[in-house]
């Protein structure tokens, strides 16, 4: 297992991460916003108006777990 995803996808503010565990793929959901102080954080809790760009980053990371599962079986 890499310490390092496997790939990224960010589209607005929601980012899905995809890691590889030995040959299993996991997707993290985040979501950044900035601080009164105006230091950069993320959540994992998404607003009505985030879910539209949380299934895009879905559908994209599906994707691309699909593609690499395609080339593995080859």
């Known amino acids: 297992m890499s310490n ?8 607005g503010l929601i980012t899905a991460t995809i890691w590889n565990n030995d040959g299993f793929h996991s997707v993290d959901f985040s979501r950044g916003y900035k601080t009164a102080e105006g230091e950069w954080r993320s959540s994992g809790s998404f607003a009505h108006n985030d879910l539209l760009n949380v299934a895009k980053c879905a559908e994209r990371a599906e994707k691309w777990i699909a593609r690499q599962r395609a080339m593995d079986s080859q």
């Open 4 to 11: 390092q995803p496997a790939c990224k996808f960010k589209i």
